[in-house]
């Protein structure tokens, strides 16, 4: 059965300090990635997504993320963190579990940043 | 664009009483889907639309729960009558079918008392 699984429920870091947040998902195809922040009372922001092509894609806010086929992983990663990223991150994975196409998400981690 | 609507962003009730939530998708946009958030079971699809039509409602947890979709540009999701358990973050999300990316509302709290 198609699953996300993001390890990681909390993440603390330091602010300026890099960010790494790990995403593992099990699809029996090529998937359709999706990375998503929510910030405290608001909706799913899209930070970035993978179809096809470059396996390093470029989102918002300086976020990036890699897929990588061998490990099953989609990361995302931020070189420097700024107060203002602290949210819950959400990677989602596009499939098509049941003939209809939708998104089958992680369960989320949610990122504290430092002064 | 305004991106998706929802309405109300918050609700309190009263159990037994009936709520409506209310979603406007992105204009082009012609897939619509409902989701619930709470702690224990994360993000949970309820139903989806395609063209105005449910394709999959798989997901709503019981009768208590309907959602329509009269056009394109409007869905609603009925709780009757509603029950604590309900409390949630309720989103809708839209997307151009055409892609694969979705896009959500700022989402409507709903407290049930």
């Known amino acids: 059965a198609q699953s996300v699984t993001q390890p990681d429920i909390h993440i603390t870091v330091s602010e300026g300090a890099s960010l790494e947040l790990r995403c593992n998902y099990s699809y029996g195809a090529t998937p359709y990635l999706f990375w998503y922040v929510q910030s405290p009372g608001q909706g799913l922001q899209l930070l970035l997504k993978y179809f096809s092509g470059d396996t390093l894609v470029q989102g918002i806010k300086g976020f990036e993320a890699e897929f990588k086929r061998s490990q099953s992983s989609f990361n995302l990663r931020k070189p420097s963190v700024h107060w203002s990223d602290a949210a819950e991150y959400f990677c989602?994975?596009?499939?098509?579990?049941?003939?209809?196409?939708?998104?089958?998400f992680g369960t989320g981690t949610r990122l504290k940043v430092l002064a | 664009d305004a991106g998706v609507i929802q309405s109300p962003r918050h609700e309190v009730t009263e159990m037994g009483q009936e709520v409506t939530l209310r979603c406007k998708p992105i204009?082009?946009?012609?897939?619509l889907f409902w989701y619930r958030q709470t702690m224990m079971r994360g993000l949970e699809l309820l139903i989806y639309f395609n063209n105005n039509v449910p394709i999959d409602d798989s997901g709503m947890p019981e009768d208590r729960f309907s959602a329509k979709m009269p056009n394109a540009s409007f869905s609603t999701l009925k709780i009757q009558p509603s029950e604590p358990r309900d409390s949630a973050v309720y989103f809708c999300?839209?997307?151009?079918?055409?892609?694969?990316?979705?896009?959500f509302g700022p989402g409507t709290r709903l407290t049930v008392t």
């Open positions: 989602a994975v596009g499939a098509y579990p049941s003939g209809t196409y939708k998104y089958i």
């Open positions: 204009s082009g946009h012609n897939s």
């Open positions: 999300a839209s997307r151009d079918s055409a892609y694969y990316e979705q896009y």
